[in-house]
């Protein structure tokens, strides 16, 4: 079992932020947590807000600081590596994220692509889509996406 991340953000491209980070750990445990909008981080697209869910009220509300949630992502996967399906945009949130936070991220952020072989790429896809139907959990949504992740690896290595 491999630890396994996912960032839900308030849009894609420049300006969007972190708005909710979940956590599939190897251990089994599972973590997550609303990301509360700083100041200076106004962009927000309604189409994804249509896929996540999260409305932006709910996260001045409910959402922790950056730095809280900063801490607790360190104090999670202090000296871990963790896996992403999208490496690109989850460590560039992750980034602002911790450069909002100033504190040093303790973790490292890899692709999935780097645990599997050509054969399992090939069949990452259609694998998802099979454990999203059997495991029957709210999609786009942080700790649920990380957990689809992580199975979905789990059923290909264990093919």
């Known amino acids: 079992m491999y630890n396994f991340i996912d960032v839900e953000a308030s849009g894609f491209g420049a300006g969007s932020y972190p708005i909710e980070v979940g956590v599939a750990m190897a251990s089994g ?8 909008p700083e100041e ?3 962009h927000w697209s309604e189409d994804a807000a249509a896929i ?6 709910i996260l001045l509300v409910k959402g922790k600081s950056a730095l809280k949630v900063a801490m607790l992502l360190n104090e999670w996967l202090d000296g871990e590596t963790v896996y992403s399906d999208a490496w ?3 460590s560039c949130w992750l980034a602002m994220l911790y ?4 504190i040093r991220q303790r973790f490292k952020v890899d692709s999935v ?3 599997m072989s050509q054969k399992q790429m090939a069949q990452w896809h259609q694998k998802k889509n099979s454990v999203i139907q059997n495991m029957q959990l709210q999609r ?3 700790s649920s996406d990380a957990l689809i992740l992580q199975t979905t690896l789990n059923e290909l290595q264990s093919q």
Do not use: F, K
């Not at 445990?29 to 509360?36: D, E, G």
């Not at 450069?99 to 100033?102: G, I, N, P, T």
């Open 29 to 36: 445990q599972m973590h997550c947590t609303l990301i509360r």
């Open 40 to 42: 200076d981080w106004v």
């Open 52 to 57: 996540h869910g999260i409305p932006r009220d």
């Open 88 to 90: 690109g945009n989850d």
């Open 99 to 102: 450069e909002e936070a100033s």
């Open 113 to 115: 692509v780097s645990l």
């Open 140 to 142: 786009h949504r942080a």
